[in-house]
């Protein structure tokens, strides 16, 4: 069935630093592909997305390219901020349901 | 636009006994969602209705698992006869058809 495997926590950095958080994915069809965040004490809010192959998702200095190839769909950020430490979920659709398979969440802290 | 509102945020409840969360979807949203998230694990689909019709349940939702969505607008998540391994976060979305979910802050359920 359809899954998605990311690279397990948590990932400690130093601000400023570069991030990269691995996630694949198995799918019998097309995915679109998702990065979620969650914040302490918050729900999980949408972070970025790609409904195709080769498309890049990117916000708030986060990106991800969608690579069929590879099926993955890495979650990068050139410079991390302290106020990015969170847990991220990798997540992809398929069919029009809209229903959502997660992975398991990566946590990751961002230090001074 | 208040977001998705989840009532309540924490139930403790002792083996054996029913409990009912609520999820109130942002107003416009004809979609809803219920997943469930144990501790390190991603969120997992249990059920969604479009409007007033469950449309998909998971099987992890066991016959002791009921929701409604009465008039198409709030949803009840209603389990009977809880067990320890019911504890978990219970976690509400909303969207509009084909769109991008809004997730609530959930309800963490624990089971003496």
């Known amino acids: 069935g359809d899954s998605v495997t990311q690279m397990e926590g948590p990932v400690t950095l130093s601000e400023e630093a570069f991030l990269t958080i691995n996630c694949t994915y198995t799918a019998t069809g097309y995915p679109s592909l998702f990065w979620y965040v969650q914040y302490p004490g918050e729900g999980l809010q949408l972070l970025l997305k790609a409904t195709k192959a080769d498309d890049k998702g990117s916000n708030k200095g986060f990106e991800a390219t969608y690579r069929k190839e590879t099926t993955s769909f890495h979650l990068e950020k050139g410079s991390v901020q302290v106020s990015d430490s969170a847990v991220y979920f990798c997540a992809q659709v398929t069919g029009t349901a809209s229903k959502l398979t997660f992975g398991t969440g990566t946590r990751l802290q961002v230090t001074l | 636009d208040t977001g998705v509102s989840q009532d309540p945020r924490h139930k403790i409840t002792k083996r054996g006994q029913n409990v009912t969360f609520r999820c109130d979807p942002i107003?416009?949203?004809?979609?809803l969602y219920w997943y469930r998230q144990t501790l390190g694990q991603g969120p997992e689909f249990l059920t969604y209705?479009?409007?007033?019709?469950?449309?998909?349940k998971s099987r992890l939702l066991s016959d002791r698992f009921s929701a409604e969505r009465p008039k198409g607008s709030f949803s009840t998540l209603e389990i009977q006869r809880t067990e320890q391994g019911d504890s978990a976060m219970y976690l509400c979305a909303s969207s509009l058809v084909d769109e991008k979910l809004f997730f609530g802050s959930g309800t963490q359920l624990s089971v003496l």
């Open positions: 209705f479009q409007n007033e019709a469950q449309l998909e």
């Open positions: 107003s416009e949203h004809n979609r």
